[in-house]
């Protein structure tokens, strides 16, 4: 909740310093500094940790469906498991590549 604020916030601020000339992301707009730089750096680090635990439901619905639920799964069903969710990794960061130029039209979204 913390976070979402601060994201907020930073955002509004910038939107509001920068009006029409505001980047899609927000945090470009700012002068370059010492501070800037570790808003940003602490904005990469909670989007990349918070990925594991926004991607876990969806990556758990799609395994039930592949996988049949077992109580004492062997070795080899965790290592498709895992081998399963690199892929779905791999998927998506594709899609992040493919999209790296739209990001207007998804942030619009």
């Not at 069903?77 to 992040?96: C, E, N, P, Q």
Request: some cysteine; overall charge neutral.
């Amino acid at each position: 909740l913390a976070v979402l604020g601060m994201v907020s916030a930073v955002g509004l601020m910038g939107y509001l310093a920068y009006r029409d000339d505001t980047e899609n992301l927000v945090l470009i707009n700012f002068p370059q500094s010492y501070m800037v730089d570790c808003i940003r750096l602490a904005f990469m680090l909670q989007v990349v940790m918070s990925f594991p635990l926004q991607m876990l439901p969806a990556v758990r619905l799609i395994e039930n469906m592949i996988f049949e639920p077992v109580s004492n799964p062997h070795l080899g069903r965790k290592a498709a498991k895992t081998g399963f969710r690199s892929v779905f990794v791999v998927i998506l960061a594709y899609i992040s590549w493919l999209g790296k130029d739209r990001l207007d039209n998804f942030v619009s979204l």
